[in-house]
């Protein structure tokens, strides 16, 4: 082993060390903890109206803090085709960047 691959050995050995060592800082764990309690209201919203409200008399007073019960099908069905419209676009963007890269090095 050559002396530059020795020390980009020990650089990687003392930057794993110090990821293992420092834990979570006081911000990630705030941003943590503020996306699984919006993460938890979104799923009990949505569990309430979808699941629960179907069941409850339709002159009962909850019904008037949720959309039309249509609605919770096709928001999901939107969020989803807009998601898996943006994770396509940018897989086949990256493909065509490596693509010409490539041709790029062969030429």
């Known amino acids: 082993m050559g002396r530059e691959q020795q020390c980009q050995q020990e650089t990687l050995d003392i ?10 800082s006081g911000q990630d764990k705030v941003v943590g903890a503020s996306l699984l309690t919006f993460s938890t209201i979104v799923f009990v919203y949505y569990t309430l ?24 099908i096709r928001i999901p069905c939107v969020l989803l085709v807009f998601g898996l419209t943006v994770i396509l676009t ?18």
């Open 49 to 72: 109206w979808a699941i629960v409200m179907p069941f409850v008399d339709e002159s009962y007073f909850l019904h008037d803090y949720f959309p039309r019960r249509e609605y919770a």
């Open 90 to 107: 940018f897989l086949s963007m990256v493909m065509i960047k490596s693509k010409k890269k490539v041709e790029k090095k062969s030429a």
């Open 15 to 24: 930057y794993a060390q110090q990821l293992l060592n420092n834990p979570a």
